[in-house]
T-cell receptor, first 116, second 112 residues
Framework: AQTVTQSQPEMSVQEAETVTLSCTYDTSESDYYLFWYKQPPSRQMILVIRQEAYKQQNATENRFSVNFQKAAKSFSLKISDSQLGDAAMYFCAYRSLTGTASKLTFGTGTRLQVTL | KAGVTQTPRYLIKTRGQQVTLSCSPISGHRSVSWYQQTPGQGLQFLFEYFSETQRNKGNFPGRFSGRQFSNSRSEMNVSTLELGDSALYLC???????????FGPGTRLLVL
C-alpha cells in the first residue's frame, strides 16, 4: 500500500516571501499522479498543482511549483511571493494509475501561516 | 461549469440514526469518490463509484454504503450512527481515469 508523509505539521512564512512544503511517499509503482491540495478554513479542498510521474519536468502553476524527485520519492511544493490568502492546510496526495482505482492517498497535512 | 455540489452542508444526528448524504459531480464526470475527514484519522477514502458501479472501497464497516445513479449523482448512507462518525464528508468527482479529482464543499456531520 502506498503511504504519503508530510513531516511538517506547521509552517510560517512572511508575506511576499517563499516557502517550501515537504512531502515524501512510498510506492512500488512506476506510474502515478501526485497532487497538492489546499484546504482553507472553509474546508473546501482546492487543487493547487498536479504532477504526472512519467514527466521529468516539474509542474508549475503561477506562484506554485513543485520539486519532483522520483528516485527519492519526494514531492515538495514551493510557494513564491506568499500572500495572506495562501494561509491554509496543504495536503500532498498520491493517486495510483494501476488498474482503474481512483483512490487518493493523503498525507497528514501542513498548516501554513502567512504573517505580515 | 458548475462545481461539485454536496447536500446538506451541515447535519446533526443522534446515535443510532441513519443519514444520507448527496453529491452531484461536475457535468460530464462519471466518477464520484467519497472521503471522510476527522482530526484523528485525517482524510480516509470511503469508496468510489463509476458508471453506477462501486469500483473501489476503503476500509470502513458495512454501515457505510453508497450508490450512484444514471446521471452520475451519488449518495452515501451511514446506518446506526456512532459518535465516531462525526466528520467532514467530502465528495470528489473526476472523469474516471487517473486524472484530477475535484472536491465539493463537504458535509459536516455531527453525531450526538
Amino acid at each position: 500500500a502506498q503511504t504519503v508523509t508530510q513531516s511538517q505539521p506547521e509552517m510560517s512564512v512572511q508575506e511576499a516571501e517563499t516557502v517550501t512544503l515537504s512531502c515524501t511517499y512510498d510506492t512500488s509503482e512506476s506510474d502515478y499522479y501526485l497532487f497538492w491540495y489546499k484546504q482553507p478554513p472553509s474546508r473546501q479542498m482546492i487543487l493547487v498543482i498536479r504532477q504526472e510521474a512519467y514527466k521529468q519536468q516539474n509542474a508549475t502553476e503561477n506562484r506554485f511549483s513543485v520539486n519532483f524527485q522520483k528516485a527519492a520519492k519526494s514531492f515538495s511544493l514551493k510557494i513564491s511571493d506568499s500572500q495572506l490568502g495562501d494561509a491554509a492546510m496543504y495536503f500532498c496526495a498520491y493517486r495510483s494509475l494501476t488498474g482503474t482505482a481512483s483512490k487518493l492517498t493523503f498525507g497528514t497535512g501542513t498548516r501554513l501561516q502567512v504573517t505580515l | 461549469k458548475a462545481g461539485v455540489t454536496q447536500t446538506p452542508r451541515y447535519l446533526i444526528k443522534t446515535r443510532g440514526q441513519q443519514v444520507t448524504l448527496s453529491c452531484s459531480p461536475i457535468s460530464g464526470h462519471r466518477s464520484v469518490s467519497w472521503y471522510q475527514q476527522t482530526p484523528g484519522q485525517g482524510l480516509q477514502f470511503l469508496f468510489e463509484y463509476f458508471s453506477e458501479t462501486q469500483r473501489n472501497k476503503g476500509n470502513f464497516p458495512g454501515r457505510f454504503s453508497g450508490r450512484q445513479f444514471s446521471n452520475s449523482r451519488s449518495e452515501m448512507n451511514v446506518s446506526t450512527l456512532e459518535l465516531g462518525d462525526s466528520a467532514l464528508y467530502l465528495c470528489a468527482s473526476g472523469q474516471g481515469g487517473g486524472e484530477t479529482q475535484y472536491f465539493g464543499p463537504g458535509t459536516r456531520l455531527l453525531v450526538l
